[in-house]
Protein backbone atom coordinates (compact mmCIF):
# COMPACT_ATOMS: atom_id res chain seq x y z
CA UNK A 1 0.00 0.00 0.00
CA UNK A 2 2.77 2.39 0.55
CA UNK A 3 4.03 2.29 -2.77
CA UNK A 4 0.89 2.58 -4.66
CA UNK A 5 0.23 6.06 -2.52
CA UNK A 6 1.89 8.76 -0.88
CA UNK A 7 2.04 8.37 2.93
CA UNK A 8 0.32 11.78 3.17
CA UNK A 9 -2.90 10.10 1.50
CA UNK A 10 -2.77 6.71 2.56
CA UNK A 11 -2.50 7.77 6.17
CA UNK A 12 -5.77 9.52 6.59
CA UNK A 13 -7.86 6.22 5.71
CA UNK A 14 -5.95 4.25 7.79
CA UNK A 15 -6.57 7.11 10.60
CA UNK A 16 -3.08 7.94 11.22
CA UNK A 17 -1.06 10.42 10.39
CA UNK A 18 1.82 10.29 7.68
CA UNK A 19 4.44 10.60 10.23
CA UNK A 20 2.51 7.64 12.71
CA UNK A 21 2.06 5.30 9.61
CA UNK A 22 5.96 5.93 8.49
CA UNK A 23 6.91 5.03 11.93
CA UNK A 24 4.97 1.74 12.10
CA UNK A 25 6.58 0.84 9.06
CA UNK A 26 10.21 1.50 10.47
CA UNK A 27 9.01 -0.73 13.49
CA UNK A 28 8.06 -3.26 11.65
CA UNK A 29 10.69 -3.00 8.90
CA UNK A 30 8.62 -1.93 6.00
CA UNK A 31 10.61 -0.57 3.38
CA UNK A 32 8.39 3.20 2.15
CA UNK A 33 9.46 5.27 -0.61
CA UNK A 34 12.60 7.67 -0.34
CA UNK A 35 11.98 11.18 0.03
CA UNK A 36 10.85 13.10 -3.37
CA UNK A 37 9.73 9.54 -4.70
CA UNK A 38 6.41 10.95 -5.53
CA UNK A 39 7.30 14.40 -6.57
CA UNK A 40 8.61 12.65 -10.10
CA UNK A 41 7.16 11.50 -12.62
CA UNK A 42 6.30 7.88 -12.92
CA UNK A 43 8.96 6.92 -15.44
CA UNK A 44 11.73 8.53 -13.17
CA UNK A 45 10.75 6.70 -10.06
CA UNK A 46 13.33 4.67 -8.14
CA UNK A 47 13.46 2.08 -6.80
CA UNK A 48 10.00 0.73 -8.38
CA UNK A 49 9.67 -1.36 -5.04
CA UNK A 50 11.60 -2.54 -2.33
CA UNK A 51 10.14 -6.42 -1.75
CA UNK A 52 9.68 -7.08 2.26
CA UNK A 53 12.41 -8.47 3.94
CA UNK A 54 11.34 -12.24 5.57
CA UNK A 55 9.72 -11.51 9.00
CA UNK A 56 11.27 -13.44 11.16
CA UNK A 57 7.55 -14.42 13.07
CA UNK A 58 4.00 -14.28 11.59
CA UNK A 59 2.62 -10.71 12.60
CA UNK A 60 -0.13 -8.81 11.39
CA UNK A 61 -1.38 -5.13 11.20
CA UNK A 62 -4.24 -4.05 11.90
CA UNK A 63 -5.88 -0.23 11.82
CA UNK A 64 -8.67 0.66 13.19
CA UNK A 65 -10.14 3.45 10.66
CA UNK A 66 -12.14 5.85 11.91
CA UNK A 67 -15.30 6.47 11.76
CA UNK A 68 -14.99 10.17 10.00
CA UNK A 69 -12.80 8.44 7.54
CA UNK A 70 -14.95 6.02 6.23
CA UNK A 71 -16.84 6.63 2.79
CA UNK A 72 -19.93 7.31 4.25
CA UNK A 73 -18.53 10.13 6.72
CA UNK A 74 -16.93 11.69 3.94
CA UNK A 75 -19.87 11.75 1.55
CA UNK A 76 -21.44 13.29 4.57
CA UNK A 77 -18.50 16.04 4.66
CA UNK A 78 -19.08 16.51 1.46
CA UNK A 79 -22.64 17.37 1.25
CA UNK A 80 -22.21 19.55 4.68
CA UNK A 81 -19.44 21.38 4.25
CA UNK A 82 -17.59 20.45 0.74
CA UNK A 83 -18.17 23.57 -1.14
CA UNK A 84 -17.01 25.21 1.52
CA UNK A 85 -13.43 23.28 1.96
CA UNK A 86 -13.41 24.04 -2.01
CA UNK A 87 -14.04 27.56 -1.72
CA UNK A 88 -10.73 27.90 -0.10
CA UNK A 89 -8.72 26.55 -2.73
CA UNK A 90 -9.96 29.26 -4.89
CA UNK A 91 -7.45 32.71 -5.84
CA UNK A 92 -9.88 34.87 -5.05
CA UNK A 93 -10.81 33.92 -1.58
CA UNK A 94 -6.86 33.64 -0.56
CA UNK A 95 -6.67 34.84 3.04
CA UNK A 96 -3.42 37.63 3.37
CA UNK A 97 -1.84 39.03 6.66
CA UNK A 98 -1.47 42.74 6.29
CA UNK A 99 2.32 43.19 8.54
CA UNK A 100 2.40 46.10 10.91
CA UNK A 101 -1.47 46.39 10.58
CA UNK A 102 -3.31 47.70 13.87
CA UNK A 103 -5.92 45.21 15.18
CA UNK A 104 -9.37 45.59 13.84
CA UNK A 105 -11.46 42.71 14.91
CA UNK A 106 -12.50 43.46 18.42
CA UNK A 107 -11.45 39.51 19.05
CA UNK A 108 -7.49 40.93 18.15
CA UNK A 109 -8.18 44.06 20.39
CA UNK A 110 -9.06 42.26 23.20
CA UNK A 111 -5.97 40.13 22.73
CA UNK A 112 -3.26 42.85 22.03
CA UNK A 113 -4.46 45.01 25.41
CA UNK A 114 -3.87 41.35 27.13
CA UNK A 115 -0.81 41.29 25.69
CA UNK A 116 0.40 44.35 26.44
CA UNK A 117 -0.17 44.02 29.93
CA UNK A 118 1.28 40.52 30.56
CA UNK A 119 4.53 39.82 31.92
CA UNK A 120 7.19 37.35 30.16
CA UNK A 121 7.02 34.43 32.37
CA UNK A 122 10.78 31.78 33.08
CA UNK A 123 11.13 30.97 29.55
CA UNK A 124 10.62 34.89 27.83
CA UNK A 125 6.91 33.78 26.60
CA UNK A 126 3.98 36.60 26.83
CA UNK A 127 0.83 34.65 27.04
CA UNK A 128 -3.15 35.74 26.61
CA UNK A 129 -5.87 33.46 28.00
CA UNK A 130 -8.48 35.26 28.41
CA UNK A 131 -12.46 34.41 27.28
CA UNK A 132 -12.39 36.97 25.11
CA UNK A 133 -9.75 36.38 22.64
CA UNK A 134 -8.01 32.95 21.62
CA UNK A 135 -5.01 31.68 23.27
CA UNK A 136 -1.71 32.93 22.24
CA UNK A 137 1.47 33.01 23.72
CA UNK A 138 4.68 34.49 21.93
CA UNK A 139 7.90 36.13 22.92
CA UNK A 140 7.61 39.87 22.87
CA UNK A 141 9.05 40.41 19.46
CA UNK A 142 6.95 38.09 17.58
CA UNK A 143 3.44 39.59 19.27
CA UNK A 144 3.09 41.94 15.81
CA UNK A 145 3.18 39.05 13.72
CA UNK A 146 0.67 37.01 16.12
CA UNK A 147 -1.70 39.41 15.75
CA UNK A 148 -1.65 39.82 12.37
CA UNK A 149 -2.30 36.26 11.96
CA UNK A 150 -5.24 36.26 14.78
CA UNK A 151 -6.40 39.42 13.19
CA UNK A 152 -6.57 37.83 9.73
CA UNK A 153 -7.95 34.88 10.34
CA UNK A 154 -11.15 36.35 12.86
CA UNK A 155 -11.70 38.80 9.81
CA UNK A 156 -12.09 35.96 7.69
CA UNK A 157 -14.04 33.65 9.98
CA UNK A 158 -16.24 36.34 9.81
CA UNK A 159 -16.46 36.98 6.44
CA UNK A 160 -17.66 33.00 6.16
CA UNK A 161 -20.26 33.33 8.68
CA UNK A 162 -17.87 31.35 11.25
CA UNK A 163 -18.63 33.76 14.60
CA UNK A 164 -15.86 34.28 16.58
CA UNK A 165 -17.43 33.37 19.91
CA UNK A 166 -16.51 34.03 23.78
CA UNK A 167 -15.06 30.94 25.70
CA UNK A 168 -16.15 30.38 29.19
CA UNK A 169 -14.98 32.08 32.15
CA UNK A 170 -11.76 30.04 32.44
CA UNK A 171 -11.59 29.36 29.12
CA UNK A 172 -10.35 31.32 25.52
CA UNK A 173 -12.58 32.24 23.06
CA UNK A 174 -13.18 29.72 19.53
CA UNK A 175 -14.69 29.72 16.00
CA UNK A 176 -18.33 28.50 16.03
CA UNK A 177 -18.34 26.05 13.06
CA UNK A 178 -22.08 24.32 13.10
CA UNK A 179 -22.80 23.03 16.32
CA UNK A 180 -19.10 23.17 17.34
CA UNK A 181 -16.96 25.42 19.20
CA UNK A 182 -13.26 25.31 17.90
CA UNK A 183 -10.57 26.72 20.42
CA UNK A 184 -7.48 28.20 19.08
CA UNK A 185 -4.00 28.84 20.26
CA UNK A 186 -1.17 30.47 18.77
CA UNK A 187 1.86 30.20 20.28
CA UNK A 188 6.01 30.34 19.70
CA UNK A 189 8.91 28.39 21.82
CA UNK A 190 11.44 30.51 22.76
CA UNK A 191 15.27 28.95 21.67
CA UNK A 192 17.74 28.90 24.32
CA UNK A 193 21.72 30.00 23.90
CA UNK A 194 24.14 30.09 26.12
CA UNK A 195 24.52 33.61 27.79
CA UNK A 196 27.75 35.20 26.95
CA UNK A 197 28.75 37.26 29.74
CA UNK A 198 29.20 41.29 28.99
CA UNK A 199 32.34 43.03 30.20
CA UNK A 200 30.21 44.69 33.07
CA UNK A 201 29.61 40.93 34.05
CA UNK A 202 32.96 39.68 33.84
CA UNK A 203 33.92 42.28 36.14
CA UNK A 204 31.45 42.26 38.90
CA UNK A 205 32.68 38.27 38.68
CA UNK A 206 36.56 39.47 39.33
CA UNK A 207 34.81 42.04 42.35
CA UNK A 208 32.43 39.36 43.74
CA UNK A 209 33.97 36.43 42.94
CA UNK A 210 30.35 35.57 41.21
CA UNK A 211 27.66 37.26 39.02
CA UNK A 212 23.82 36.85 38.80
CA UNK A 213 24.12 36.66 35.23
CA UNK A 214 21.30 34.11 33.26
CA UNK A 215 23.01 31.08 31.81
CA UNK A 216 21.02 31.11 29.03
CA UNK A 217 19.85 33.96 26.55
CA UNK A 218 16.20 33.06 25.43
CA UNK A 219 15.41 34.35 21.79
CA UNK A 220 12.17 34.29 19.50
CA UNK A 221 12.45 30.99 17.47
CA UNK A 222 10.53 32.21 15.14
CA UNK A 223 8.52 29.04 14.52
CA UNK A 224 4.99 29.60 15.26
CA UNK A 225 2.20 26.47 16.10
CA UNK A 226 -1.54 26.98 15.33
CA UNK A 227 -3.83 24.49 16.74
CA UNK A 228 -7.82 23.65 17.48
CA UNK A 229 -7.09 22.71 21.49
CA UNK A 230 -10.37 21.21 21.97
CA UNK A 231 -9.90 17.92 19.73
CA UNK A 232 -8.19 15.12 19.33
CA UNK A 233 -7.33 11.38 18.07
CA UNK A 234 -10.24 12.50 15.64
CA UNK A 235 -8.58 11.65 12.34
CA UNK A 236 -7.90 15.16 11.37
CA UNK A 237 -5.54 17.78 11.25
CA UNK A 238 -5.53 19.80 13.93
CA UNK A 239 -2.70 22.21 14.16
CA UNK A 240 -0.20 24.15 11.45
CA UNK A 241 3.04 25.47 11.83
CA UNK A 242 5.72 27.18 9.70
CA UNK A 243 7.59 25.34 8.00
CA UNK A 244 10.98 25.74 6.13
CA UNK A 245 8.81 26.66 3.06
CA UNK A 246 5.51 27.84 4.42
CA UNK A 247 4.85 30.37 7.09
CA UNK A 248 1.33 29.97 8.55
CA UNK A 249 0.18 33.36 7.39
CA UNK A 250 0.41 31.09 4.15
CA UNK A 251 -1.83 28.54 5.32
CA UNK A 252 -4.73 30.07 7.26
CA UNK A 253 -6.98 29.12 3.90
CA UNK A 254 -5.83 25.31 5.24
CA UNK A 255 -7.04 26.16 8.64
CA UNK A 256 -10.22 27.62 8.12
CA UNK A 257 -10.87 24.22 6.20
CA UNK A 258 -9.41 22.55 9.02
CA UNK A 259 -11.81 24.14 11.00
CA UNK A 260 -14.60 22.78 8.63
CA UNK A 261 -13.53 19.32 8.86
CA UNK A 262 -12.86 19.17 12.57
CA UNK A 263 -16.00 19.89 13.49
CA UNK A 264 -17.67 17.09 11.53
CA UNK A 265 -14.97 14.57 13.27
CA UNK A 266 -16.62 15.83 16.34
CA UNK A 267 -19.67 15.61 15.17
CA UNK A 268 -19.28 11.94 14.64
CA UNK A 269 -17.16 11.53 17.13
CA UNK A 270 -19.56 13.02 20.33
CA UNK A 271 -22.20 10.21 19.87
CA UNK A 272 -19.66 7.53 19.91
CA UNK A 273 -18.00 9.06 22.68
CA UNK A 274 -20.86 9.44 24.48
CA UNK A 275 -22.21 5.74 24.12
CA UNK A 276 -18.82 5.01 24.88
CA UNK A 277 -18.97 6.93 28.36
CA UNK A 278 -22.76 5.38 28.99
CA UNK A 279 -20.92 1.81 29.05
CA UNK A 280 -17.82 3.06 31.45
CA UNK A 281 -20.63 4.84 33.73
CA UNK A 282 -22.50 1.20 33.70
CA UNK A 283 -20.01 -0.48 34.25
CA UNK A 284 -18.71 1.79 37.06
CA UNK A 285 -21.91 1.64 38.67
CA UNK A 286 -21.92 -2.07 38.33
CA UNK A 287 -18.63 -2.48 39.67
CA UNK A 288 -18.80 0.20 42.49
CA UNK A 289 -22.30 -2.52 43.09
CA UNK A 290 -19.69 -5.07 43.73
CA UNK A 291 -17.39 -3.40 45.88
CA UNK A 292 -20.10 -2.06 48.05
CA UNK A 293 -21.25 -5.46 48.35
CA UNK A 294 -17.70 -7.31 49.27
CA UNK A 295 -17.53 -4.44 51.55
CA UNK A 296 -19.98 -5.78 53.58
CA UNK A 297 -19.36 -9.02 53.46
CA UNK A 298 -16.12 -8.35 54.79
CA UNK A 299 -17.49 -6.27 57.81
CA UNK A 300 -19.90 -8.72 58.65
CA UNK A 301 -17.22 -11.90 58.70
CA UNK A 302 -15.03 -9.42 60.74
CA UNK A 303 -17.86 -8.28 63.19
CA UNK A 304 -19.05 -12.32 62.57
CA UNK A 305 -14.97 -13.17 64.07
CA UNK A 306 -15.05 -10.68 67.01
CA UNK A 307 -18.46 -12.28 68.12
CA UNK A 308 -17.44 -15.85 67.96
CA UNK A 309 -13.92 -15.01 69.54
CA UNK A 310 -15.81 -13.00 72.25
CA UNK A 311 -18.15 -15.67 72.67
CA UNK A 312 -15.41 -18.06 73.64
CA UNK A 313 -13.60 -15.83 76.12
CA UNK A 314 -16.86 -15.41 77.69
CA UNK A 315 -16.88 -19.38 78.02
CA UNK A 316 -13.49 -19.86 79.05
CA UNK A 317 -14.00 -16.91 81.92
CA UNK A 318 -16.85 -19.03 83.05
CA UNK A 319 -15.29 -22.28 82.96
CA UNK A 320 -12.48 -20.55 84.74
CA UNK A 321 -14.37 -19.16 87.65
CA UNK A 322 -16.42 -22.53 87.77
CA UNK A 323 -13.02 -24.63 88.03
CA UNK A 324 -12.39 -21.81 91.08
CA UNK A 325 -16.02 -22.40 92.67
CA UNK A 326 -14.97 -25.79 92.51
CA UNK A 327 -11.94 -25.86 94.19
CA UNK A 328 -13.29 -23.72 96.86
CA UNK A 329 -15.83 -26.24 97.88
CA UNK A 330 -13.07 -29.14 97.92
CA UNK A 331 -11.19 -27.44 100.16
CA UNK A 332 -13.94 -26.36 103.02
CA UNK A 333 -17.23 -27.89 101.86
CA UNK A 334 -18.66 -24.44 101.73
CA UNK A 335 -17.57 -21.24 99.61
CA UNK A 336 -15.82 -18.65 101.58
CA UNK A 337 -17.55 -15.29 100.86
CA UNK A 338 -14.32 -13.94 99.61
CA UNK A 339 -14.34 -16.34 97.33
CA UNK A 340 -18.27 -16.09 96.42
CA UNK A 341 -18.00 -12.47 95.79
CA UNK A 342 -14.66 -13.11 93.40
CA UNK A 343 -16.27 -16.28 91.31
CA UNK A 344 -20.06 -13.47 91.20
CA UNK A 345 -17.70 -10.75 89.60
CA UNK A 346 -15.55 -13.18 87.72
CA UNK A 347 -18.88 -14.47 85.83
CA UNK A 348 -20.66 -10.56 85.88
CA UNK A 349 -17.20 -10.31 83.70
CA UNK A 350 -17.65 -12.68 81.44
CA UNK A 351 -21.59 -11.62 80.65
CA UNK A 352 -19.93 -8.61 79.48
CA UNK A 353 -17.47 -9.97 77.07
CA UNK A 354 -20.26 -12.44 75.84
CA UNK A 355 -21.95 -11.09 72.74
CA UNK A 356 -25.05 -13.11 73.79
CA UNK A 357 -26.21 -12.06 76.99
CA UNK A 358 -26.68 -8.51 78.21
CA UNK A 359 -24.03 -6.51 79.50
CA UNK A 360 -24.30 -5.77 83.19
CA UNK A 361 -23.21 -2.88 84.90
CA UNK A 362 -19.75 -2.40 85.80
CA UNK A 363 -16.82 0.25 86.73
CA UNK A 364 -15.69 -0.08 83.24
CA UNK A 365 -18.52 2.12 82.29
CA UNK A 366 -17.24 4.79 83.94
CA UNK A 367 -16.88 7.89 81.87
CA UNK A 368 -13.17 9.52 81.70
CA UNK A 369 -14.59 13.19 82.46
CA UNK A 370 -16.07 11.68 85.58
CA UNK A 371 -12.92 9.84 86.96
CA UNK A 372 -10.14 13.32 85.75
CA UNK A 373 -8.43 14.81 89.31
CA UNK A 374 -10.38 18.48 89.75
CA UNK A 375 -8.28 21.40 90.49
CA UNK A 376 -9.73 23.72 93.62
CA UNK A 377 -10.71 26.68 91.31
CA UNK A 378 -13.27 24.01 89.67
CA UNK A 379 -14.70 22.93 93.03
CA UNK A 380 -18.69 24.20 93.82
CA UNK A 381 -19.30 26.76 96.37
Request: hydrophobic content about 40%; aromatic content about 6%; some cysteine.
Amino acid sequence: MVWEEALSKLAPKLGLSDVGLRKICKRHNIPVPPQGYWARSPERRSPKRTPLPQPDKHWDLEFSIPLQATPEAQNELDEKFGPQIAAESLPENQIAVVPHQEPRHLMTKAAAKCLEKARADQFGGITCAIPAAFRVRMPRESIDRALGIIDALAAASDVRGLAIEKGAENGTAGVRVGGQLLRLSLEETSSRQVHRATEAERDAIRRRGYSSAPLYDLRPSGNMTLKIENIWQAGVQSSWRDTSGRRIEDRLNEVIAGLYRAAHAIDIKEPKEAERQRRVDSENARRAGLRAERENEAKFFAQLAASAKDWHRAEILRDFAAAVESNARQVGGTLPEDKAAWVLRARRIADRVDPLTPNPPSPLDYADADLRPLYGWETLD
